[in-house]
């Protein structure tokens, strides 16, 4: 008999039911709720007179709204009406329903996908859904772990179910050892690049190979972070220790001779060695570059020391279009170097590169140096409270702060700019987000994503330069 | 919900890849709190010259002359023709509830965003998948002629052009069967609640850590 991939024994032991026509039940252990995607879905419960299935497999948290400066007026300070009428709606519902929430003011609050596994509220084998695209991120914990939308956050809290089609599984395996200075994000930019952001659309994709192994667990979170990019609602990476060392302890984990029986099952989390998967892709870890895009997309990347593509080469007329469409908004010319790429702001934080590793890579390159006068703003955003709080106790805040980046308040912020904070008309930003969409980050802003070391160099610099450059 | 059995109306032709989410409803407009009214918001950034605020009056924007919804030939469509990926990036259901508040009750591509299209069968509009020729095509015939129509029969999964020809996509039946009688799956789920129950209770046995609230 072929062997499990490690979606397989996910998907089975989550199996409440196959239905005849092909669907089937999925039951979800923990669902993350914030205040944009969730007040209609408790609205339609009230409409149809539903109460919330299981509470206590439910986690909210504002963060896409949420200020990060000048908190001392609470949830009333929120300048934009709309904004603090969806943060004071997400704790009304969440006080009707007797659901747990990390108000505003509660120092464990944060971008949901930051604080679900600082909280240990995200466990290995977990099924865990929110709606948000990025719930792919605890993946990295070996969760079948994905976004859904505000009709599926509405039928999760009233069934604890999903209905779901089995998606087809794709490995993507990192030979070898990355080369000094390289992080998860230039892996999964590199791998973006590689397969195409409709890539990995219908498969479940495990991270796997040496290179993966030896990451640290925030960087295996940023990499299924971004699974969604490439297309793939879920991104995984198998349990080993690393897993089970970061979760020990933290307030929602088991302990005891309950932590022992867990740890028991988690070390069955990853696919058998015959299994079968539908599509491999493999890339050598050595090749892996400090990434930048330059595009509208986030297929569109290039290694740091390559160029910006010149459009006549492509011979797919779909994908020249597309090129075209996107030098024109980023006001970019064909085969410009990356590194002439000059800046106006720079953004480090968000849920794939907003935790305290991120944060440390950042101030270990900006450290001694002074952010270019070029520049108009470099803000450090960190992605939950208690980050904040360990970044401050590591003297971090005070890198930043003399080498002239703001420190802020933690939440979705630049990301996706539904705050104050945004990119104006024409203005270029190194950003550690994941989405350089149109208009993503504030109207005709232009975003190039990166490393948060990457951002750093930027930062001190104007423009972009290899960070491996100032590392020696 | 909406029910979707048969459907025929004017095509309107988005010709780009890749067409995410935020282009399709912009993120200022998500701090609403209701499930309606995003349509004049739609492809806002696309649609107008200006930059969108939630609390305008959209008739009284400068609107982008090229951008085909602004088009008259366009204004009344129902169904999109759109390309590769498309309603990629977020999980944001107002993407669909945009597309449903404008009057689009059926959208055409080679291939969609797994969360997007999953979203749109939630909110009574159907994503087809045909495959690039096909899309071609359709794209081809949409420009060249004003008030292009499709025909489109859940049922028997068949999108048939105005010279009668017909092309059949694929639909899971579960999915079809809830669009065709605008089912509520909550309700449907619900059917095996004892179902759920039993799942449950064994799953407290073998994984209890699962269970109770932590913090």
């Not at chain 1, 969806?86 to 120092?107: A, P, R, S, W, Y």
């Not at chain 1, 792919?136 to 070996?142: L, R, V």
């Amino acid at each position: 008999m072929a062997g499990k991939t490690l979606y397989d024994k996910l998907w089975d032991d989550h199996l409440v039911k196959q239905r005849d026509d092909g669907s089937a039940l999925i039951y979800i252990d923990r669902h993350l709720l914030h205040e944009v995607t969730s007040p209609q879905a408790f609205e339609g419960l009230r409409l149809a007179g539903r109460k919330p299935w299981r509470l206590d497999a439910n986690l909210a948290t504002p963060d896409h709204n949420v200020p990060t400066t000048d908190r001392a007026r609470g949830v009333e300070g929120i300048v934009d009406p709309v904004s603090r009428i969806q943060v004071e709606t997400l704790d009304k519902n969440c006080d009707e329903f007797g659901i747990l929430e990390f108000k505003m003011m509660d120092q464990r609050q944060g971008i949901v996908h930051v604080i679900g596994p600082e909280q240990g509220a995200t466990l290995p084998g977990m099924s865990i859904v929110c709606g948000d695209s990025h719930t792919s991120t605890h993946g990295a914990f070996g969760c079948l772990a994905h976004g859904i939308g505000t009709s599926e956050v509405e039928h999760v809290l009233a069934t604890q179910c999903l209905v779901q089609q089995k998606m087809k599984n794709m490995l993507v395996k990192v030979n070898g050892k990355l080369g000094a200075g390289i992080t998860g994000k230039d892996v999964v930019l590199a791998v973006i690049g590689k397969i195409g952001t409709a890539g990995g659309t219908g498969y479940a994709i495990e991270f796997g190979g040496e290179a993966i192994r030896d990451l640290s667990m925030e960087a295996r979170m940023t990499i299924c972070n971004m699974s969604i990019e490439a297309g793939a609602r879920v991104g995984m990476v198998a349990v080993d220790q690393t897993t089970i060392d970061y979760v020990k302890d933290r307030p929602f984990a088991p302990k005891g001779d309950m932590r022992d029986k867990a740890i028991e099952y988690w070390k069955t989390l990853h696919s058998d060695d015959e299994a079968v998967f539908d599509k491999v892709v493999e890339l050598e870890g050595s090749e892996v570059m400090p990434q930048v895009s330059w595009g509208t997309s986030p297929e569109m990347v290039a290694g740091v020391g390559g160029h910006v593509p010149d459009p006549d080469a492509e011979a797919d007329p779909i994908k020249r279009e597309g090129i075209v469409r996107a030098l024109k908004y980023m006001g970019l010319t064909p085969k410009m170097p990356i590194t002439d790429i000059k800046l106006d702001r720079v953004f480090i934080g968000s849920c794939t590169n907003g935790r305290i590793e991120d944060l440390r890579e950042a101030a270990a390159v900006v450290k001694g140096h002074k952010v270019s006068p070029t520049l108009k703003q470099a803000m450090v955003v960190p992605g939950s409270g208690l980050v904040k709080v360990q970044a401050e106790q590591e003297g971090l805040d005070k890198i930043f702060i003399e080498a002239g980046l703001e420190w802020r308040d933690p939440g979705c912020s630049m990301c996706l700019a539904m705050n104050a904070d945004k990119l104006g008309q024409g203005e270029h930003c190194a950003s550690t987000s994941n989405r350089n969409f149109e208009g993503r980050q504030g109207f005709g802003g232009r975003t190039h994503l990166v490393s948060p070391a990457m951002a750093a160099a930027a930062a001190i610099n104007g423009h972009f330069v290899d960070v491996r450059e100032m590392m020696n | 919900m909406r029910a979707l059995k048969q459907h025929k109306g004017i095509v309107a032709p988005m010709d780009r890849s890749n067409v995410d989410t935020d282009m399709i409803i912009p993120k200022q407009f998500l701090k609403s709190i209701k499930r309606t009214g995003f349509g004049p918001n739609l492809f806002d950034e696309l649609r107008y010259l200006d930059e969108g605020r939630p609390d305008q009056d959209c008739s009284k924007r400068p609107i982008n002359p090229d951008f085909m919804l602004n088009q008259d030939r366009y204004k009344n469509a129902s169904v999109l023709l759109a390309r590769r990926n498309f309603g990629c990036g977020s999980s944001r259901e107002h993407a669909p509830w945009a597309l449903e508040d404008f009057g689009f009750h059926v959208i055409i591509a080679p291939s969609f965003a797994d969360i997007f299209y999953n979203n749109c069968f939630k909110n009574g509009l159907l994503p087809i998948v045909l495959n690039e020729e096909i899309v071609d095509r359709l794209f081809r015939e949409t420009e060249a002629e004003e008030g292009y129509q499709l025909a489109i029969d859940l049922e028997a999964k068949t999108v048939t052009t105005p010279s009668g020809e017909s092309f059949t996509f694929e639909v899971d039946d579960f999915r079809r069967h809830c669009l065709l009688n605008g089912l509520d799956d909550i309700g449907v789920t619900l059917e095996d609640a004892e179902v759920i129950k039993a799942y449950e209770a064994s799953r407290r046995e073998t994984a209890p850590w699962l269970f109770g609230a932590g913090g």
